[in-house]
Protein backbone atom coordinates (compact mmCIF):
# COMPACT_ATOMS: atom_id res chain seq x y z
CA UNK A 1 0.00 0.00 0.00
CA UNK A 2 1.29 3.62 -1.23
CA UNK A 3 2.48 5.35 2.42
CA UNK A 4 3.76 9.37 2.24
CA UNK A 5 5.58 10.02 5.73
CA UNK A 6 6.07 13.52 6.83
CA UNK A 7 8.63 14.59 9.78
CA UNK A 8 8.91 16.43 11.92
CA UNK A 9 4.98 15.87 13.47
CA UNK A 10 5.11 19.46 14.53
CA UNK A 11 7.65 22.09 14.92
CA UNK A 12 7.64 25.48 17.24
CA UNK A 13 10.12 28.26 15.49
CA UNK A 14 10.57 32.22 16.21
CA UNK A 15 9.79 34.56 13.60
CA UNK A 16 12.53 35.03 11.20
CA UNK A 17 13.58 31.51 11.08
CA UNK A 18 14.28 29.31 8.22
CA UNK A 19 12.51 25.35 8.58
CA UNK A 20 12.55 22.59 6.36
CA UNK A 21 9.88 20.45 6.12
CA UNK A 22 10.08 16.95 4.82
CA UNK A 23 7.85 14.42 2.92
CA UNK A 24 9.13 10.54 1.99
CA UNK A 25 6.85 8.01 -0.09
CA UNK A 26 6.64 4.74 -0.64
CA UNK A 27 5.13 4.50 -3.49
CA UNK A 28 5.99 2.43 -6.65
CA UNK A 29 5.30 5.34 -9.00
CA UNK A 30 3.44 8.28 -9.26
CA UNK A 31 2.44 11.13 -11.65
CA UNK A 32 3.10 14.51 -8.69
CA UNK A 33 3.83 15.00 -5.58
CA UNK A 34 1.59 17.91 -3.78
CA UNK A 35 2.29 20.37 -1.21
CA UNK A 36 -0.86 22.18 0.84
CA UNK A 37 -1.00 24.82 3.52
CA UNK A 38 -3.95 24.03 6.00
CA UNK A 39 -4.72 26.46 8.13
CA UNK A 40 -8.32 26.69 10.48
CA UNK A 41 -9.94 25.41 7.07
CA UNK A 42 -9.55 23.38 4.37
CA UNK A 43 -6.25 22.51 2.53
CA UNK A 44 -4.94 24.96 -0.36
CA UNK A 45 -2.61 24.24 -3.06
CA UNK A 46 1.12 25.60 -2.32
CA UNK A 47 2.75 23.43 -4.99
CA UNK A 48 3.03 20.31 -7.81
CA UNK A 49 5.92 18.58 -8.14
CA UNK A 50 6.48 16.27 -10.80
CA UNK A 51 10.32 16.36 -12.02
CA UNK A 52 13.24 15.58 -10.02
CA UNK A 53 15.63 18.45 -9.01
CA UNK A 54 13.73 20.95 -10.19
CA UNK A 55 12.85 23.66 -7.36
CA UNK A 56 9.15 25.60 -7.12
CA UNK A 57 9.52 28.65 -5.65
CA UNK A 58 6.65 31.27 -4.17
CA UNK A 59 7.86 33.79 -2.40
CA UNK A 60 9.44 32.31 0.74
CA UNK A 61 8.35 28.98 -0.14
CA UNK A 62 9.43 26.64 -2.08
CA UNK A 63 10.03 22.91 -2.21
CA UNK A 64 12.59 20.30 -4.47
CA UNK A 65 11.51 16.53 -5.38
CA UNK A 66 14.05 14.11 -4.96
CA UNK A 67 12.75 10.52 -6.86
CA UNK A 68 16.05 9.08 -6.37
CA UNK A 69 15.55 9.29 -2.35
CA UNK A 70 12.14 8.81 -2.30
CA UNK A 71 11.45 12.10 -0.67
CA UNK A 72 10.80 16.05 -1.01
CA UNK A 73 11.06 18.84 1.19
CA UNK A 74 9.31 22.37 1.75
CA UNK A 75 11.26 25.16 2.80
CA UNK A 76 10.29 28.38 4.17
CA UNK A 77 12.40 30.98 5.25
CA UNK A 78 12.25 34.31 7.32
CA UNK A 79 9.08 32.92 8.81
CA UNK A 80 6.37 34.90 9.59
CA UNK A 81 3.34 34.17 12.03
CA UNK A 82 0.94 33.60 9.36
CA UNK A 83 2.89 30.95 8.31
CA UNK A 84 1.76 28.83 11.12
CA UNK A 85 -0.66 26.13 9.68
CA UNK A 86 -0.71 22.48 8.81
CA UNK A 87 1.37 21.29 5.54
CA UNK A 88 0.18 18.04 3.96
CA UNK A 89 2.55 16.28 1.21
CA UNK A 90 0.55 13.91 -1.20
CA UNK A 91 1.33 11.55 -4.23
CA UNK A 92 -1.32 11.29 -7.06
CA UNK A 93 -0.96 8.17 -8.48
CA UNK A 94 0.06 7.40 -12.19
CA UNK A 95 -3.08 7.43 -15.31
CA UNK A 96 -5.31 4.08 -14.87
CA UNK A 97 -6.56 3.10 -11.76
CA UNK A 98 -8.90 4.71 -9.31
CA UNK A 99 -6.77 7.75 -9.31
CA UNK A 100 -6.79 7.35 -5.17
CA UNK A 101 -4.65 10.60 -4.06
CA UNK A 102 -2.08 9.56 -0.79
CA UNK A 103 -1.65 12.56 1.92
CA UNK A 104 0.68 12.00 4.60
CA UNK A 105 -0.39 13.29 8.24
CA UNK A 106 1.33 16.55 8.13
CA UNK A 107 3.52 18.81 9.69
CA UNK A 108 2.02 21.34 12.22
CA UNK A 109 3.99 24.42 11.87
CA UNK A 110 3.88 27.29 14.69
CA UNK A 111 5.77 30.32 14.52
CA UNK A 112 6.05 32.52 17.03
CA UNK A 113 6.86 36.20 17.43
CA UNK B 1 -12.26 30.17 -10.39
CA UNK B 2 -12.97 26.87 -9.28
CA UNK B 3 -14.88 25.77 -6.86
CA UNK B 4 -16.04 23.55 -4.44
CA UNK B 5 -18.77 23.93 -1.80
CA UNK B 6 -20.10 21.42 1.13
CA UNK B 7 -23.60 22.28 2.47
CA UNK B 8 -22.54 23.08 6.22
CA UNK B 9 -19.81 24.44 8.09
CA UNK B 10 -20.67 23.19 11.42
CA UNK B 11 -23.68 20.34 11.97
CA UNK B 12 -24.92 19.15 15.34
CA UNK B 13 -26.61 15.98 15.72
CA UNK B 14 -27.67 13.71 17.99
CA UNK B 15 -26.52 9.93 18.36
CA UNK B 16 -28.41 7.27 16.10
CA UNK B 17 -29.30 10.01 13.34
CA UNK B 18 -29.28 10.11 9.69
CA UNK B 19 -26.92 12.93 8.87
CA UNK B 20 -26.18 13.77 4.98
CA UNK B 21 -23.39 15.73 3.74
CA UNK B 22 -23.52 17.44 0.39
CA UNK B 23 -20.69 18.56 -1.99
CA UNK B 24 -20.78 20.20 -5.29
CA UNK B 25 -17.90 21.00 -7.50
CA UNK B 26 -18.37 23.28 -10.36
CA UNK B 27 -15.13 22.30 -12.33
CA UNK B 28 -16.64 18.86 -14.20
CA UNK B 29 -14.33 17.05 -12.08
CA UNK B 30 -14.50 13.00 -12.90
CA UNK B 31 -13.17 12.33 -9.44
CA UNK B 32 -14.36 13.46 -6.05
CA UNK B 33 -13.59 12.13 -2.52
CA UNK B 34 -14.58 12.29 1.44
CA UNK B 35 -12.13 12.39 4.24
CA UNK B 36 -12.26 13.12 7.26
CA UNK B 37 -9.60 14.26 9.62
CA UNK B 38 -8.99 14.36 13.10
CA UNK B 39 -6.02 15.47 15.30
CA UNK B 40 -2.68 13.21 14.73
CA UNK B 41 -4.17 10.97 12.22
CA UNK B 42 -4.14 13.11 9.28
CA UNK B 43 -6.41 13.28 6.17
CA UNK B 44 -8.31 10.06 6.08
CA UNK B 45 -10.03 8.74 3.05
CA UNK B 46 -13.38 7.32 3.84
CA UNK B 47 -14.71 7.08 -0.11
CA UNK B 48 -14.39 8.26 -3.50
CA UNK B 49 -15.94 8.09 -6.56
CA UNK B 50 -14.50 8.33 -10.48
CA UNK B 51 -18.13 8.69 -12.12
CA UNK B 52 -21.54 8.83 -12.21
CA UNK B 53 -22.80 6.34 -9.96
CA UNK B 54 -19.35 4.90 -9.11
CA UNK B 55 -17.78 4.42 -5.44
CA UNK B 56 -15.08 2.84 -4.19
CA UNK B 57 -14.27 2.23 -0.44
CA UNK B 58 -11.34 3.73 0.87
CA UNK B 59 -9.46 3.69 4.23
CA UNK B 60 -12.65 3.79 6.88
CA UNK B 61 -15.84 3.00 5.01
CA UNK B 62 -17.29 1.82 7.90
CA UNK B 63 -20.15 2.82 9.13
CA UNK B 64 -20.87 5.34 6.11
CA UNK B 65 -22.01 4.99 3.02
CA UNK B 66 -22.32 7.63 -0.64
CA UNK B 67 -24.16 8.66 -3.76
CA UNK B 68 -23.08 10.39 -6.61
CA UNK B 69 -26.32 10.47 -8.93
CA UNK B 70 -25.10 13.49 -10.83
CA UNK B 71 -21.22 14.39 -11.89
CA UNK B 72 -21.54 17.33 -9.93
CA UNK B 73 -22.47 16.21 -6.52
CA UNK B 74 -21.52 13.67 -3.84
CA UNK B 75 -23.40 12.85 -0.72
CA UNK B 76 -21.53 11.39 1.90
CA UNK B 77 -24.29 9.30 4.18
CA UNK B 78 -24.09 8.81 7.79
CA UNK B 79 -26.88 6.22 8.07
CA UNK B 80 -27.03 5.74 11.99
CA UNK B 81 -24.52 8.70 13.73
CA UNK B 82 -21.94 7.88 16.44
CA UNK B 83 -19.78 10.19 18.81
CA UNK B 84 -16.69 8.63 17.45
CA UNK B 85 -17.95 9.90 13.68
CA UNK B 86 -17.39 13.87 15.16
CA UNK B 87 -14.74 15.08 13.27
CA UNK B 88 -13.95 16.95 10.16
CA UNK B 89 -15.30 15.97 6.83
CA UNK B 90 -13.41 17.50 3.89
CA UNK B 91 -14.85 17.30 0.47
CA UNK B 92 -12.34 17.74 -2.59
CA UNK B 93 -12.44 17.24 -6.73
CA UNK B 94 -9.86 16.59 -9.35
CA UNK B 95 -9.52 16.05 -12.68
CA UNK B 96 -9.14 12.04 -13.72
CA UNK B 97 -5.77 11.08 -14.99
CA UNK B 98 -3.76 14.14 -14.89
CA UNK B 99 -0.70 14.97 -12.41
CA UNK B 100 -2.99 18.33 -11.34
CA UNK B 101 -4.03 19.15 -7.60
CA UNK B 102 -7.00 18.21 -5.60
CA UNK B 103 -9.62 20.95 -4.76
CA UNK B 104 -10.64 20.98 -1.37
CA UNK B 105 -14.26 22.38 0.11
CA UNK B 106 -14.13 24.53 2.81
CA UNK B 107 -14.92 21.57 5.48
CA UNK B 108 -17.84 20.32 7.52
CA UNK B 109 -17.17 20.37 11.53
CA UNK B 110 -19.54 17.58 12.76
CA UNK B 111 -20.01 16.85 16.21
CA UNK B 112 -22.60 14.05 17.40
CA UNK B 113 -24.14 13.97 20.66
Known amino acids: EDKVVQSPLSLVVHEGDTVTLNCSYE??????LLWYKQEKKAPTFLFMLTSSGIEKKSGRLSSILDKKELSSILNITATQTGDSAIYLC?????????????FGTGTKLQVIP | DVKVTQSSRYLVKRTGEKVFLECVQDMDHENMFWYRQDPGLGLRLIYFSYDVKMKEKGDIPEGYSVSREKKERFSLILESASTNQTSMYLCASRRRDTALEQYFGPGTRLTVT
Open chain 1, 90 to 102: AVVPPSGGYQKVT
Open chain 1, 27 to 32: VTNFRS
